[in-house]
Each structure stands twice: as structure tokens, then as C-alpha cells.
């Protein structure tokens, strides 16, 4: 009976993935026009349901609505039931979802380190952003053209540039904590101040540089 729920969740988990199609090269594994992707192509991944069973799918991560893209039979789908998923693992990139989106995990530990991709759209004539959470809908309902059969060609809007608008996470005591500097990554990891203080004049970490962020936490989860 067991093996047959755990069946029925997987094939429901499948089954809530949003189609769509997308403009792209016939039998190519990377999108046209679509700058807004993690990935440079869609590359195999394994997605790790909660019960330990998981599936293996050809994916790809798309900032704009901060959706997880599957591609299926020459077709695109949206990954969905969070609730059922623990990791989505894309070649060597491991990502968990929090909330309606999915963060990519930089380093794991005592405390963790997270990478939230997401970006917007600017007006290639000025800086007003486009805007993709609207009443109208998300990305598929402002930029979409419906071809034949129902079929959708799911494109940047011309006259509009990918802005990357990233944010950096840190999960300790198992809260989430958003920072956007030193001085707030700092406080929250204070309890090791003189520590990481030698460790950043050392190696004059640059807390710009996700590279030197994640050599930063990894010290920090050493000390722990």
C-alpha cells in the first residue's frame, strides 16, 4: 500500500507541472532570447522529493518569475508542488525551495549560505522597470504571443535589458536572514567577530565576490 501512495504523490507531483512552449532551436537545449535563465543551457537534473524518492529531468532555473523550467518532449513546464520537494540538483548546483521560489545553496553547515537569483526588466529608454507581478500576471501572461494550437512563444519584450537584481541569504538557528553588506553579514555571525575579522584581512575577502562569501561562512562553519 505504501508503494503504491508514494506512486500516486510522485505522479501527482509530475502532473502539477505547468505547460508551456517556448520559441527555441529545434533539439537545442538553450532558449532563445531568454538572458533571464541561471543556466546557460537546460542541463540533466534530479529533483529529491521529501520521501526520498526523485525523478530526473532536463531543467534550468529562470530569475524573472524565479521559476524552476523542466523540458519535457520538446516542451516547457513549471515546476510545481514545492511542498513536495526537498532539492533540485542541476549538474553540480543544489537548490531548495523556500516559499514560492527556490534558492540555490552556496554552503551548507551550522549556518548556510544562500544564492536567491532573480532580475528584472529595464526600459532600454530610461529606468522604469518592467513590470512582471502585475495584475495581469506573471512573466507568461505580460510577454507572451499565443500561437497556433495554444502553443506560446515566451520572449524578453524588445526595447527591454535583463537586470540582475540577486540577493545573498544566511540561515542560522534555522531563520533566514537577508544581507546585502559586510556590516549586516557581520552582525549576524558576530558571536565569531574577532575570528572572521583576521580571516577577512588575511585573504582581503571582498564582500562582493560570492566566491569570497561562501570561503567566508565555510571558515565560520569551521570554527563551529
Not at 546557460?40 to 532536463?58: C, H, M, Q, S
Request: aromatic residues 10%; glycine residues 8%; contains cysteine.
Amino acid at each position: 500500500m505504501s508503494i503504491i501512495l508514494t506512486c500516486c504523490r510522485n505522479l501527482l507531483l509530475i502532473a502539477c507541472l505547468i505547460p508551456f512552449s517556448i520559441q527555441t532551436k529545434a533539439q537545442s537545449k538553450k532558449l532563445e532570447n531568454l538572458p533571464n535563465l541561471v543556466l546557460p543551457e537546460f542541463a540533466d537534473g534530479r529533483v529529491i522529493l521529501k520521501t526520498g524518492n526523485f525523478y530526473r529531468a532536463i531543467m534550468n532555473y529562470e530569475m524573472l518569475d524565479q521559476q524552476m523550467i523542466v523540458l519535457k518532449n520538446g516542451k516547457y513546464f513549471v515546476l510545481g508542488d514545492h511542498e513536495l520537494i526537498d532539492t533540485v540538483i542541476i549538474k553540480d548546483r543544489k537548490f531548495i525551495p523556500f516559499e514560492k521560489y527556490f534558492y540555490e545553496v552556496l554552503e551548507g553547515g551550522l549556518v548556510s549560505l544562500f544564492y536567491e537569483h532573480k532580475c528584472i526588466l529595464e526600459s532600454m529608454g530610461g529606468v522604469v522597470p518592467y513590470d512582471t507581478r502585475g495584475s495581469g500576471g506573471g512573466l507568461a501572461s505580460n510577454t507572451t504571443n499565443y500561437g497556433p494550437g495554444g502553443a506560446i512563444e515566451l520572449k524578453i519584450p524588445e526595447n527591454y535589458k535583463v537586470v540582475v537584481a540577486s540577493e545573498t541569504w544566511i540561515r542560522k538557528d534555522g531563520t533566514m536572514h537577508r544581507f546585502s553588506n559586510k556590516n549586516q553579514l557581520m552582525k549576524l555571525l558576530s558571536d565569531k567577530e574577532s575570528d572572521l575579522k583576521e580571516f577577512i584581512k588575511e585573504n582581503k575577502t571582498d564582500f562582493r565576490s560570492i566566491d569570497d562569501l561562501i570561503k567566508l561562512v565555510h571558515y565560520y562553519n569551521e570554527l563551529n
